[in-house]
């Protein structure tokens, strides 16, 4: 019998990058650990890492490249068969109806892989379609929108220095459970613990007393979609009481004078009136902002998958620089990536164009190289010239994740063609014509492209693949390259991730450590590059490397926060709940819900509900509700708390599996609903283009009463 033997890699499930211990013989895993050498996780691990070896034994993955037969049936053929289709299909609509009519989405896990974040460019460049679209627009659009206007690049972003804070304001975000997001915190909890072990305090805004908040030392509750508004009072606060306090950055600001415009229409009385927090609240909190050594305003999916995300991310980065917690130990810092995207995208001085086209039928913005997901469904359905006729779908699973998922799905079903690049046949990939099976987890190389970018320390590391993909499977990378030959009629390159990785190695920021990729691969556990520097003037990519703090485009969009709020428009009678979603600790977006361990126990899929909403709604705990919105309407298991606001309910996110024709097993067992059967494609932050998510107005009734 082989030896038992370890392998160290990151894990690459979410933004956390933890290191992990994989013990194992042959092709059998013993256990899953936590790797305390890892110099960023330090031997964290969540329940998510273990499953990774469900992944890799699910019988229900892929492991032929699939095509649907007329009578609807799956049937296995080869890759040159599933290649040659692909190439006559996508290249005969191209040619009949435009490039645009094949659309494109990609979805999170492609940031998760290291193969695809080097050929999604070149393959998107080869696809030549506008029709781009992805779950960014769900998600976290409106931070690259507020770095894209104020430093001058979309994937500069302010980090929250964690490790040396002295007063962390956390608005919108639950990293106890998510670990961080745009904000690579990897055991967020002893990181916290830490900041209050060293005298620090934590404040948690959140329409729900989060995981986060009963860990912190305050939790404010607040409406949703009223965070913009609670910044602009803190803002205002530190203005009018003179503690405006740059520090440093009194150089770097190019346009510091036009702060004024921007709470100029706000006054506190308004704003607490509005947010239901006091004038005392908000003055008290400012001043203990500003007056802590260093301090941190870090706001994620609650302040950005909102009608007003763009406002609150500039917001938040407004607040960090006037507090003088910008670019300096504990405050919100840049940080600098041994594999350095900017070398790539660098186009110093010239922002990224906003809205250089418009969607055919919603005229809605482009930006970010891609078309808000919330109108995916409309271009597909509404005919005439432009519409699109054909889908690739890379890694992504839209009709769980996008809003009004269910108006998806019915686009997708009326496609010409669709492609699915996925491991597993689902909600999504259901629809397709051809499904391509690819190797994931413990089967991939890994390199962390994009999360080196908002990690809260600079490390670096390559994890090996541990197990050989199966011979009929293929890394998402060689499909694409493939996919750039048969789009561009080339001979397919040679180029490998890991020729891309060590070049980019050995040119980047620390190159003078003699890094490259045969040096990464001596150190299993990692690199430690180093707590983040401040680094303002290397990395800014405005022209005159300043930071614009109040750029037009976003001091104009306050017009819409002061219209939505000071018209006394009240909540609407017929929807007078605000809906919010959730994450959970062991549930990852919509796709891991075939490893039973996860997925084991009580049912996690349930309505939280404040217990007096419960009693007028005459709603006992555990009863089934039936909770309807403007597009649709759903039943779920409530659970009573009055770690919910009154007026407020959440749903977690990333259920829903029993839609015919899905081929998980586990999942189907444990179907939960989707919340994006009750989410609103309309409904978006306007100037972004974001989803806005949360804050959706649905209306709960017990089905025993209407009976
Ligand atoms: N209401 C509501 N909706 C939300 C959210 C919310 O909070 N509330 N969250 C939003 C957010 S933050 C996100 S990121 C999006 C996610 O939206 P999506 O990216 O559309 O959804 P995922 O669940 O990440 O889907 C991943 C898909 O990739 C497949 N997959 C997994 N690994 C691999 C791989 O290595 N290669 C390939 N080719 N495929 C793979 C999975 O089987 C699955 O089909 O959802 C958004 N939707
Ligand atoms: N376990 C687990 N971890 C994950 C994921 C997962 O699915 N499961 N997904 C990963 C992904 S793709 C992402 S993007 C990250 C997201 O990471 P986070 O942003 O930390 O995760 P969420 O749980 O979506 O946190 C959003 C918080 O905003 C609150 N909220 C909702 N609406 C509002 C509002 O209007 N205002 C305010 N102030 N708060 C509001 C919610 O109650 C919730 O606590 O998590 C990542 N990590
Ligand atoms: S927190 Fe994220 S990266 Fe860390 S072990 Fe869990 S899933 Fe993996
Ligand atoms: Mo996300």
Not at 332 to 350: E, H, R, S
Request: with cysteine; aromatic share 8%.
């Amino acid at each position: 019998m082989d030896e038992l033997k370890k392998h160290y890699r990151t894990c690459n499930l979410c933004e956390a990058m933890c290191g992990i211990e994989i013990t194992y013989r042959d092709k059998e895993i013993k256990s899953i650990k936590g790797d305390p050498k890892d110099p960023l996780s330090e031997g964290h691990i969540c329940p998510k890492a273990i499953a990774l070896q469900d992944i890799y034994n699910d019988p229900d993955r892929l492991k032929t490249p699939l095509r649907k037969k007329e009578t609807g049936e799956w049937e296995e053929i080869s890759w040159d068969v599933a290649y040659e289709e692909i190439s006559t299909k996508i290249k005969s609509i191209q040619k009949e109806f435009g490039v645009n009519a094949v659309g494109s989405y990609l979805g999170n896990p492609n940031a998760h892989n290291f193969g695809n974040g080097v050929f999604l460019p070149l393959y998107l460049k080869a696809l030549g379609t506008n029709n781009r679209y992805s779950s960014a627009s769900a998600d976290q659009l409106p931070h690259h929108f507020a770095s894209n206007f104020m430093f001058g690049h979309g994937l500069i972003m302010p980090i929250p220095d964690i490790d040396r804070t002295d007063f962390m304001l956390i608005i919108g975000g639950n990293p106890m459970v998510s670990n961080g997001s745009m904000m690579t915190a990897p055991n967020f909890s002893k990181r916290m613990k830490r900041i209050q072990e060293r005298g620090g305090k934590i404040v948690v805004v959140d329409p729900r007393r989060t995981e986060t908040a009963r860990k912190s030392n305050e939790h404010i509750f607040i409406r949703p979609e009223r965070d913009a508004l609670l910044l602009l009072g803190l803002i205002k606060t530190i203005q009018e009481k003179g503690l405006v306090n740059l520090r440093h950055l009194r150089e770097s600001l190019f346009d510091f004078e036009k702060l004024d415009e921007i709470t100029k229409d706000f006054s506190l009385e308004k704003i607490a009136s509005i947010i239901g927090i006091s004038v005392d609240k908000i003055e008290s909190l400012a001043t203990e902002f500003v007056s802590a050594p260093s301090a941190v305003c870090y706001s994620r999916m609650g302040a950005s998958t909102q009608l007003f995300g763009g406002l609150c991310q500039w917001l938040t980065n407004v607040l960090n620089i006037i507090s003088g917690n910008f670019d300096r130990a504990g405050g919100a810092m840049f940080t600098q990536p041994a594999f350095d995207v900017l070398k790539i995208t660098n186009k110093k001085g010239k922002l990224e164009s906003y809205g250089r086209y418009r969607s055919r039928v919603r005229n809605l913005p482009y930006y970010n190289s891609e078309f808000p997901v919330s109108t995916l469904a409309d271009e597909i359905l509404t005919e005439g010239d432009g519409q699109i006729k054909a889908m690739i779908c890379i890694a992504g699973n839209p009709v769980l994740s996008s809003p009004n998922g269910e108006r998806l799905a019915s686009a997708l079903s009326k496609l010409d063609f669709m492609v699915s690049v996925d491991i597993y046949l689902n909600e999504t990939s259901r629809h397709a014509d051809i499904i391509l099976p690819v190797a994931t987890g413990l089967e991939i190389p890994h390199f962390d492209i994009f999360f080196n970018i908002f990690s809260v320390k600079n490390t670096v590391k390559y994890s090996p693949p541990l197990f050989e993909k199966r011979l009929d499977q293929k890394y998402d990378w060689e499909i694409l390259r493939k996919f750039i030959s048969i789009l561009t009629d080339q001979p397919e390159s040679q180029l490998t991730p890991e020729y891309v990785l060590d070049n980019m190695l050995q040119s980047g920021i620390h190159s003078d450590k003699g890094l490259n990729l045969e040096m990464l691969k001596q150190h299993p556990h990692g690199i430690d590059l180093g707590a983040l520097q401040p680094c303002l003037v290397n990395r800014l990519q405005t022209n005159d490397d300043k930071i614009r703090l109040a750029p037009q485009i976003l001091v104009d969009d306050l017009a819409r926060l002061k219209s939505t709020f000071f018209s006394n428009k009240s909540l609407s009678n017929e929807f007078p709940f605000q809906m919010i979603g959730r994450r959970l600790l062991r549930s990852h977006n919509t796709w891991m819900h075939n490893s039973y361990r996860l997925v084991k126990g009580k049912n996690e899929c349930t309505m939280i509900l404040n217990p007096r909403d419960a009693e007028a709604l005459q709603i006992q705990n555990g009863d089934i509700v039936k909770v309807t919105s403007k597009v649709g309407s759903i039943e779920i298991e409530t659970q009573l708390s009055d770690e919910i606001m009154e007026g407020v309910v959440s749903i977690p996110q990333g259920w829903g599996h029993g839609r015919k024709g899905v081929k998980m097993k586990v999942a189907q067992e444990h179907p939960g609903i989707s919340i994006n059967e009750l989410t609103d494609h309309e409904r978006i932050d306007e100037l972004t283009g974001n989803a806005a998510l949360n804050g959706v107005g649905v209306r709960v009734e017990s089905l025993v009463s209407l009976d």
